[in-house]
């Protein structure tokens, strides 16, 4: 498609700095296996991934054959009371991948519904069983969940917040697992399991027998990628279980491949009860997300519900919509096919020997990684963010995609990535990151 931007008034674009966008725009009109194209025509190394999303590379013929076939044949069906065949295939093969009894699939469009959805089925999960008292949410600091209202709540990124009210009622947060003992530790750090306690401490503060559910990203992402202090999931697994509280892994980032294994919850072998799941579900092509419960929380909705009776009052208008999930088969395929987790996993050593090798850049603070996950805090420069997004734009215009959130740095490269992209984006952020 080619369409000439006349005006860049009328679009107002989601988490951006608009009006500096306008002056000086980064249009991306193309893109290919492990790059972008700009609109000046410069070939752009994708070092995100897209958004954490493009896991097999942009520009997969399969993935948009696929939708093609399932447009032509299929376009629309209603979600509520219809199925169509296809819906219950994915769910098949997601649970095929995903861990445990993790038996149940419930689709979604993105991230954040998935996990509006998760917490809303923790909710029903307690009412069903005859529960209802257990209204109260854990969170944790730094954590993102999204934009809706429930994500928003349980997570503690303070921009998403200080502009929009108070939120859910009955939240409580976590503190976040990093502690600067942990600095350019690689993988699961030795220090900070007893952040955990938190948790027990929510139980003892609030009453166990009304906390919900404790929602947490396995490897907090966007904050910058913190990786989980030995035995820390655990220990929220062992609370959780002592307590009778739903935990939620929102997988958002971390599924699919990212750490080395098909889901974080397989890498550090923690079960929980309800995972989120979206982004690299349809390798990015097509917006969907989903949540997996295990047995006993579909058993107790669903199974425990009247004859006749619609369990569970929830749903979307493109909840398993045709193309989506033909783009989700198709990119299962290709993960299957290439092998893709397992191809992280191997790759993931050299990706972090050359990121934790640019740490004796002074701008660089702490280094921290996972599989094909790392995030690198940067010295702030007079405001908080401002270094971040000056990186950012350096890097862009220097070749390079990345994801900054403040002064953090985040790179996840697509699964496919070559040593050459690793070493052309470690170059590429030595040189920008050695200007300061
Ligand atoms: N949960 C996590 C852990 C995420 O990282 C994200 C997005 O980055 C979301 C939820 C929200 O996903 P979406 O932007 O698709 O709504």
Request: proline share 5%; glycine share 10%.
């Amino acid at each position: 498609m080619n369409y000439a931007a006349n005006s860049l008034e009328s679009y107002w674009m989601p988490f951006t700095s608009n009006r500096d966008f306008k002056e000086n725009p980064r249009l991306i009109v193309r893109a290919k296996g492990m790059h972008y194209w700009t609109h000046h025509g410069e070939k752009v190394l994708d070092g995100s991934a897209g958004l954490f999303c493009v896991a097999a590379g942009h520009g997969r013929q399969e993935i948009g054959d696929a939708i093609a076939r399932q447009f032509s044949e299929l376009d629309y069906s209603p979600p509520f009371q219809f199925g169509h065949p296809a819906q219950f295939e994915l769910a098949r093969q997601l649970t095929d991948m995903l861990p445990g009894d993790h038996n149940h699939v419930f689709f979604g469009n993105s991230g954040s519904e998935a996990v509006d959805t998760a917490l809303k089925i923790a909710l029903a999960y307690h009412r069903a069983r005859g529960e209802g008292q257990r209204v109260r949410l854990i969170g944790r600091d730094g954590a993102y969940h999204g934009v809706n209202f429930g994500g928003v709540s349980v997570a503690g990124m303070v921009k998403n917040r200080e502009a929009f009210g108070v939120g859910l009622p009955g939240v409580a947060h976590m503190r976040k697992t990093w502690l600067p003992e942990q600095r350019f530790s690689r993988g699961q750090p030795e220090q900070g399991a007893e952040l955990a306690e938190d948790l027990q401490r929510m139980c003892d503060l609030h009453g166990a027998d009304n906390i919900a559910a404790c929602i947490v990203e396995p490897i907090a992402g966007s904050v910058g990628c913190l990786v989980p202090p030995k035995g820390y999931l655990q220990r929220l697994r062992e609370i959780c279980d002592q307590h009778g509280i739903v935990l939620i892994f929102d997988e958002v980032i971390t599924g699919f491949g990212r750490t080395g294994k098909p889901f974080a919850a397989d890498s550090f072998e923690v079960l929980p009860d309800i995972m989120t799941m979206a982004k690299a579900l349809t390798n990015g092509n097509v917006p969907m997300g989903a949540v997996a419960v295990r047995d006993h929380v579909y058993d107790a909705i669903v199974n425990n519900a009247a004859p006749g009776a619609v369990e569970l009052f929830h749903g979307y208008t493109y909840s398993g919509c045709p193309v989506a999930v033909a783009a989700s088969l198709a990119t299962l395929e290709i993960y299957r096919r290439e092998n893709l987790f397992a191809r992280a996993a191997e790759i993931s050593e050299y990706f972090l020997d050359q990121v934790y090798a640019l740490q004796d850049i002074p701008l660089i603070t702490d280094i921290r990684g996972y599989g094909l996950l790392a995030g690198m805090d940067l010295a702030p420069a007079d405001k908080p963010g401002a270094r971040g997004f000056d990186v950012l734009k350096r890097l862009y215009a220097a070749g390079l995609v990345v994801k900054t959130t403040g002064d953090a740095l985040l790179l996840s490269p697509p699964l496919i990535v070559e040593r050459e992209h690793i070493d052309a984006m470690c170059k590429t952020l030595r040189e920008v990151l050695s200007e300061d």
